[in-house]
């Protein structure tokens, strides 16, 4: 992408926008940009085992705050696409789901690491 | 239950089926995990009252729900009118309504065809049809009108469980004390406004079969008619449904009598009671249309089979109507004085309004 172009998309945007505050957009692209990122940020908190809860202590401590709402879907999701394996545990006298990643999700894992690295290289490039 | 449970239990009747019981057990986990951070921090146990703001946090426990669900359909005509939110909801009562409406057309068609009545094919499928029109339209209007308040008001939720009922109000703009307990505290705005609806419904319905029969009838009425009874106690009908318009709208201007509401309930189930003893008395429910002899002849196993059928339901709607009010006047009887109503004020003074 050009500058030019990248200049043309943020003003579009603008435009097609017109009642809305900068801070409303500024907030909304920071929401899509954080979500592309979230899987990424699961699988790799998830190279040691947690539970829902730590995992999203854990994430949030790190700066990647997510809701429940958003964790335990997308948990599942990962589950079903054979990259986590869960299994519940007692613990502190209650039962608790503990997630960690399968050999599938270590591999998934790598190869979005790879691909995150370079689209960070780009960006730094074009930045 | 506890507040934790009751929220769980109003997320989980929007969980898909299959994965109802472990979402809901990982939910609460997580919950529970989030109280017990927080206690600690504070050194001491929860308040309700942070502990309800643990669970506002949270969301609206339909909106949770959605989230966990794969099938996101809705009904659109144009713009969306039902989101992924209610469907499935929208889709099991027009299911349930369906199938009971239908049911009752199998039935008077089967008597119809049992007693020797010809029955053609596009009686069938125009009343068929027509049914299926009118459930469609009323189950969409009110499911439309639930999701726009739901995507308008998405923070006044409130928690139900099922027998020991929890009422979270959320009503930011009053924000008066919450109020939790195993009974309901107050009647919901909603529910006022939802029997406000139904009723002005019932009643033109009402007034509408008293000129259009075929709307009770349906195909039937090319040959049959109301017997007299109908008709007369059509006032004393009209006048308790209007007056439980009444009552709707005091619980909404007064939504804290929940008292008041449980005595006049025990009324009109007891009115309807004295209205379903003259109906049986009245002894047949339907005539033949065509009041000559030949007219008399021809119907006269269907008119026969059909007030049967009558007969049976209106008993059956006695004995159940007899034993409401017993439970209904039991609770009364249990439940504590000056707990909700008229004498509640001292309930009432305590929000600070």
């Known amino acids: ?127 | 239950m506890d507040l934790v449970d009751r929220y769980v239990r109003a997320v989980s009747k929007g969980l898909p089926e299959e994965q109802r019981e472990d979402i809901t057990r990982e939910l609460s986990e997580d919950i529970r995990s989030e109280m017990e951070d927080r206690q600690r921090e504070m050194g001491r146990e929860l308040t309700e009252a942070e502990q309800e703001a643990v669970l506002k946090q949270r969301g609206n426990p339909l909106l949770l729900a959605a989230r966990y669900r794969q099938d996101q359909r809705s009904v659109a005509f144009g713009g969306q009118i039902i989101g992924p939110v209610l469907f499935p909801f929208y889709i099991k009562v027009l299911s349930f309504n369906l199938g009971l409406t239908f049911l009752v057309v199998a039935i008077i068609f089967t008597a119809l065809a049992v007693s020797g009545q010809k029955v053609g094919f596009n009686y069938i499928v125009s009343t068929c049809l027509l049914q299926l029109f009118i459930q469609l339209s009323v189950v969409t209007l009110i499911f439309a009108l639930v999701e726009r308040h739901l995507t308008k008001h998405p923070d006044r939720w409130h928690v139900k469980g099922m027998g020991g009922k929890f009422r979270l109000d959320l009503n930011i703009e009053r924000d008066i004390q919450l109020r939790i307990g195993s009974n309901r505290r107050e009647v919901s705005r909603f529910e006022s406004l939802s029997i406000i609806v139904a009723c002005a419904v019932a009643i033109g319905w009402m007034t509408a079969v008293q000129n259009f029969p075929i709307l009770i009838l349906g195909p039937a009425a090319a040959f049959l008619k109301l017997a007299p009874i109908w008709y007369q106690i059509y006032f004393p009908i009209a006048a308790l449904t209007a007056l439980e318009i009444v009552r709707a709208i005091i619980n909404l201007v007064r939504p804290d009598w929940v008292r008041f509401r449980s005595y006049y309930g025990v009324f009109v189930q007891a009115a309807g009671l004295v209205i379903v003893y003259f109906l049986i008395k009245a002894g047949h429910w339907v005539e033949a249309a065509n009041s000559g002899a030949s007219g008399a002849v021809n119907f006269a196993r269907t008119v026969e089979i059909i007030n049967q059928v009558f007969l049976y339901a209106l008993v059956g709607t006695a004995v159940f109507s007899g034993v409401m009010i017993l439970i209904r006047v039991m609770r009364l009887v249990r439940q504590p004085h000056g707990h909700n109503g008229p004498a509640g004020v001292g309930a009432r003074a305590k929000e600070g309004n």
């Open chain 1, 1 to 127: 992408m050009t500058t030019y172009t990248v200049y043309r998309t943020v003003c579009g945007v603008h435009y097609m926008t017109p009642g809305t505050n900068n801070h409303e957009l500024f907030e909304n692209l920071r929401l899509e940009l954080r979500r592309g990122s979230l899987v990424l940020a699961v699988l790799a908190a998830l190279r040691k085992e947690h539970y829902g809860y730590t995992l999203r202590k854990t994430l949030s401590e790190q700066g990647m705050a997510i809701d429940e709402g958003t964790l335990y879907p997308l948990l599942r999701r990962l589950e079903s696409h054979g990259l986590l394996v869960s299994e519940w545990r007692e613990e502190d006298k209650r039962n608790k789901r503990f997630y960690k990643l399968s050999a599938d999700g270590k591999e998934m894992l790598k190869q979005l690491l790879t691909e995150w690295q370079g689209i960070n290289s780009s960006l730094n490039g074009m930045l």
